[in-house]
């Protein structure tokens, strides 16, 4: 090809510099854009070749001279040959130092169990115990340099009847207050820790009772019985058949209780049976200064000494019986119409039935509830209130208890109920029974 330069054996020995490899490239930034071509090497790159010096027909180089440029060689790295970048080691964060007593503590509770410990001769009570410390009281302050000293302490429980002692190794270290020292288990999880932690759960759970200086034990005493077999099987069916049937008694008896005080009521004063007869009352207040039971028709039976200074007399209207009322004397002090006495045919022996009545029961009668007498001896028997004029004028002063008459039917109260006590039974109908009774006899028609 014309105008290319023919090297000769010299020259290409002397041009044939061993040429220096280019450095590995460096990993590039993170987040740098790699460069579109690599660098190219500079002439210093090359070096002559080492059988290429000191040879006889090695071309001089002058100084004057224009030296050639030697050809610049590009380095094409090769993908597999490129130098994978090596990540960049990140920085750690800083741990917090972690105190060595972090786990043992105040991580644990502290329970107020009842025990003794002894190290050497000396005896101490303790104030309180975890899972790896025990505090105990102390007279005096212990020394300083008997603190973080190891000791093998002796812990004893003192239970009824028998005592359990532990030995752990334990280390001084101060207390929670002035007076008590809080030795630290040196090796918490050693052979004590499955008796301690007994101790101090069946403490948490409440099986142990505190008396004293002493622990009590009251969890179960015994295992648990097996399964049932197919004949206790039956044996709790019928118990359990008993049961409901006792239940079912019991909730009868409170509906019946329940059922008989909403819809029976009793007075609070009780009444009595007696003889019937007219009664003679006090008109004014004052005192009884004459009584005379032995009376006849037409003579005075009794004077009064009212409080206006006059004296009144009263003559029996009849040849009849006397009673007198209760609290009736000669001297007896009488308001207006307090009972005196009452009178009676001779050879009479009707019977009537004399109440107080509270002002809601009275009305409740009125108001369409059934009335009735409950008699010392069982009997219950309906009775119709009879209001009076007495009874109006109580209501009128204001009382609470009024005066009525309860009149039985016929025949029902004989000479022998005289004097029994009775009690005035109110009794409320239930809305669907009054209805029922109503249109029955609608129904029969």
């Keep these: 090809m014309p105008g290319e330069l023919k090297l000769t054996d010299?020259?290409?020995?002397?041009?044939?510099?061993?040429?220096?490899?280019?450095?590995?490239?460096?990993?590039?930034?993170?987040?740098?854009?790699?460069?579109?071509?690599?660098?190219?090497?500079?002439?210093?790159?090359?070096?002559?070749?080492?059988?290429?010096?000191?040879?006889?027909?090695?071309?001089?180089?002058?100084?004057?001279?224009?030296?050639?440029?030697?050809?610049q060689a590009y380095a094409h790295p090769h993908p597999a040959q490129e130098a994978a970048p090596q990540?960049?080691?990140?920085?750690?964060?800083?741990?917090?130092?972690?105190?060595?007593?972090?786990?043992?503590?105040?991580?644990?509770?502290?329970?107020p169990?009842?025990?003794?410990?002894?190290?050497?001769?000396?005896?101490?009570?303790?104030?309180?115990?975890?899972?790896?410390?025990a505090y105990v009281r102390v007279p005096v302050s212990p020394d300083e340099g008997l603190i973080g000293t190891r000791h093998l302490a002796s812990i004893q429980f003192q239970f009824e009847g028998f005592?359990?002692?532990?030995?752990?190794?334990?280390?001084?270290?101060?207390?929670?207050?002035?007076?008590?020292?809080?030795?630290?288990?040196?090796?918490?999880?050693?052979?004590?820790l499955p008796q301690l932690r007994y101790v101090i759960n069946s403490f948490i759970a409440g099986d142990f009772v505190t008396l004293g200086a002493f622990l009590s034990y009251t969890g179960p005493v015994k295992p648990k019985s097996p399964k049932a077999q197919?004949?206790?099987?039956?044996?709790?069916?019928v118990k359990s058949l008993g049961v409901i049937l006792v239940s079912l008694m019991l909730i009868a008896v409170a509906l019946n209780i329940v059922m008989q005080r909403y819809i029976h009521s009793y007075e609070p004063r009780p009444v009595f049976i007696?003889?019937?007869g007219q009664e003679l009352r006090s008109t004014s207040a004052g005192q009884i200064t004459y009584l005379n039971p032995e009376a006849g028709e037409g003579e005075v039976i009794y004077s009064i000494s009212a409080n206006s200074g006059d004296i009144l007399n009263f003559?029996?209207?009849?040849?009849?019986?006397?009673?007198?009322?209760?609290?009736?004397?000669?001297?007896?002090?009488?308001?207006?119409?307090?009972?005196?006495?009452?009178?009676?045919?001779?050879?009479?022996?009707?019977?009537q039935v004399e109440a107080m009545m509270s002002v809601e029961g009275l009305s409740r009668?009125?108001?369409?509830?059934?009335?009735?007498?409950?008699?010392?001896?069982?009997?219950?028997?309906?009775?119709?209130?009879?209001?009076?004029?007495?009874?109006?004028?109580?209501?009128q002063n204001g009382d609470l208890y009024l005066p009525v008459r309860l009149q039985a039917p016929q025949g029902v109260l004989t000479s022998e109920d005289i004097g029994k006590p009775a009690r005035v039974r109110l009794t409320r109908t239930l809305p669907f029974l009054k209805k029922f009774k109503e249109e029955a006899p609608a129904w029969a028609l």
Excluded: W
Aim: proline share 12%; aromatic share 4%.
């Design 274 to 276: 007696a003889q019937a």
């Design 163 to 192: 005592q359990l002692d532990l030995t752990p190794e334990v280390i001084i270290a101060r207390g929670r207050e002035h007076g008590e020292v809080a030795l630290e288990f040196a090796d918490p999880t050693g052979a004590h």
């Design 230 to 237: 197919a004949g206790e099987k039956k044996r709790n069916y």
């Design 365 to 395: 009668a009125v108001n369409g509830e059934n009335v009735s007498i409950v008699m010392s001896d069982g009997r219950v028997l309906p009775v119709k209130v009879i209001q009076s004029s007495a009874t109006n004028a109580a209501a």
């Design 87 to 111: 990540p960049q080691p990140q920085a750690q964060p800083a741990q917090p130092a972690i105190a060595s007593s972090f786990v043992t503590e105040k991580e644990h509770p502290i329970c």
């Design 315 to 351: 003559q029996l209207p009849c040849d009849c019986t006397i009673t007198l009322a209760d609290g009736v004397f000669e001297g007896a002090t009488v308001l207006p119409s307090d009972p005196v006495l009452s009178f009676h045919q001779r050879g009479e022996t009707r019977v």
């Design 10 to 71: 010299d020259m290409r020995r002397t041009l044939g510099a061993t040429r220096v490899e280019p450095a590995a490239p460096q990993p590039a930034p993170q987040g740098s854009v790699p460069p579109a071509y690599p660098p190219a090497a500079s002439p210093e790159g090359y070096a002559p070749h080492p059988s290429s010096q000191g040879h006889p027909h090695a071309v001089p180089q002058h100084p004057h001279r224009h030296q050639q440029a030697a050809p």
């Design 113 to 133: 169990i009842p025990f003794t410990v002894q190290i050497g001769d000396d005896k101490m009570e303790g104030t309180g115990l975890s899972l790896t410390h």
